[in-house]
């Protein structure tokens, strides 16, 4: 069974850099695609950023030209470096991955990013 696991949130001052992992378990990694999504109170869960099997991604406009992602097929993870955090960045974040055309329904616990001022 497919298990996913967020870590490397924490708190950090405006301008700060994070670097989130999200290790997706099981045999499919390689083919699947990841993406990372937050959630801030009383706002609806957001796509961030996503990467598929081949290496291309995709940032929300908010995340261009400040977070990264990126992949590491061996140890079934997937990062996101979060670079010149800002106050709005901050929020739960979680990932997800699409295996064929189908988004899985499992999400992992997420891990808390705040950005103080």
């Known amino acids: 069974q497919v298990q996913i696991e967020e870590s490397g949130g924490g708190a950090v001052q405006t301008g700060g850099s994070l670097r989130l992992s999200c290790v997706v378990s099981?045999?499919?990694?390689?083919?699947?695609?990841v993406a990372w999504y937050r959630q801030a109170p009383g706002n609806e869960r957001e796509l961030v950023a996503s990467?598929?099997?081949?290496?291309?991604?995709n940032y929300v406009d908010s995340a261009k030209a400040r977070f990264a992602i990126s992949r590491d097929n061996v140890r079934k993870t997937v990062y996101l470096q979060m670079n010149s955090l800002k106050p709005e960045d901050t929020a739960v974040y979680y990932c997800?991955?699409?295996?064929?055309?189908?988004?899985?329904?499992?999400w992992g616990q997420g891990t808390q990013v705040t950005v103080s001022s």
């Open positions: 997800r991955y699409k295996y064929g055309s189908a988004w899985s329904t499992k």
């Open positions: 099981g045999s499919i990694f390689s083919v699947i695609t």
């Open positions: 990467i598929n099997s081949g290496g291309a991604t």
